[in-house]
């Protein structure tokens, strides 16, 4: 009998982890991204951008997908002070440098751990992750939001969500509203 109270204890606190959001906003931690070239390449350079921030894994569709899209973004809305970055958390394959060259990627993506992710994210590390995760990042450097794979976001209008945050984020202080959705319900 004791064993079942310690699985139950274990599958609520499990539970109540994986419901648990982030919190948002938040001041950025610093991230050092390990670009394929082995320079590291620190989040806190990007401080007056706002910074789009992708975890992702280089073999996940979803995640290719994005990139992508934040490549476009990055093109258009950069000269205004925006930002895309990627950081993968594993090694391919493909690797990291093969990831950016298949699909002409122009803002920088580098490496970071999976531990590592998880504590920007502040990510439950009993829980998966869901690929990818995105962060948008005001120009104090403080995190306005935060998206699960699994959110949403991700859907139909993921390039209309991103765009409405990118565009929020570079009006300048209080010329505008954010988007009504701060924070996902949760990280997972």
Wanted: a positive charge; one cysteine or more; hydrophobic letters at 45%.
């Amino acid at each position: 009998m004791p064993r079942l109270w310690i699985a139950a204890a274990c599958a609520a606190a499990l539970l109540s982890a994986a419901g648990r959001a982030s919190n948002i906003p938040r001041q950025a931690p610093e991230l050092k991204i390990e670009l394929p070239d082995g320079k590291a390449l620190p989040l806190s350079q990007f401080r007056g951008k706002v910074v789009a921030l992708e975890f992702l894994l280089t073999s996940c569709p979803h995640c290719q997908t994005a990139s992508v899209l934040m490549n476009r973004l990055n093109q258009e809305y950069g000269p205004k002070g925006f930002q895309a970055l990627g950081v993968a958390i594993r090694p391919g394959p493909p690797t990291v440098a093969d990831y950016v060259k298949q699909f002409g990627l122009e803002y920088p993506v580098g490496l970071t751990t999976s531990a590592r992710a998880q504590e920007f994210l502040q990510h439950p590390a009993m829980v998966p992750m869901m690929m990818p995760q995105l962060v948008f990042i005001d120009r104090a450097g403080v995190i306005r939001a935060q998206f699960a794979g699994n959110d949403p976001f991700f859907g139909p209008d993921e390039e209309k969500n991103m765009r409405q945050w990118i565009e929020s984020l570079l009006k300048p202080a209080g010329a505008g509203k954010a988007p009504k959705k701060a924070a996902p319900k949760k990280t997972s």
